[in-house]
């Protein structure tokens, strides 16, 4: 089942009970929310497109079979830098496996 977001969609592949597997699909042009999580940790792998990554003021483009580690707390944003879609697999690691575990502290859709 696909998940539409204003930059995009994500699908879930895996759940397990403190682990969940998601594919991002983020449009030309568009990123998530600079954002934070207090009860899990991220694993980004970067499949096809090209990827800006922002992670607490350090930034960095990421290309397929790269990947980068976002620990909880760790301010964070995917951006697609890309011609065409990325594509992320998201590991999600945690007791608390929530889409309400998320605090925007910027957001180009307005949902702060």
Excluded: C
Excluded at 5 to 26: C, D, E, R, S
Aim: without cysteine; hydrophobic residues 35%.
């Amino acid at each position: 089942m696909k998940f539409l977001k204003p930059w995009g969609y994500y699908q879930v592949l895996f759940t397990g009970p403190a682990y969940q597997v998601k594919q991002l699909h983020i449009d030309t042009g568009h990123k998530i929310s600079l954002q934070s999580h207090q009860h899990r940790d991220e694993h980004w792998i970067v499949i096809d497109g090209e990827a800006s990554i922002a992670i607490n003021g350090r930034n960095e483009i990421m290309k397929p079979k790269e990947h980068i580690f976002i620990n909880k707390g760790d301010i964070h944003r995917i951006s697609n830098s890309s011609e065409g879609p990325l594509i992320i697999i998201e590991i999600q690691f945690g007791k608390i496996i929530d889409e309400d575990d998320i605090i925007r502290l910027e957001d180009m859709y307005g949902r702060i």
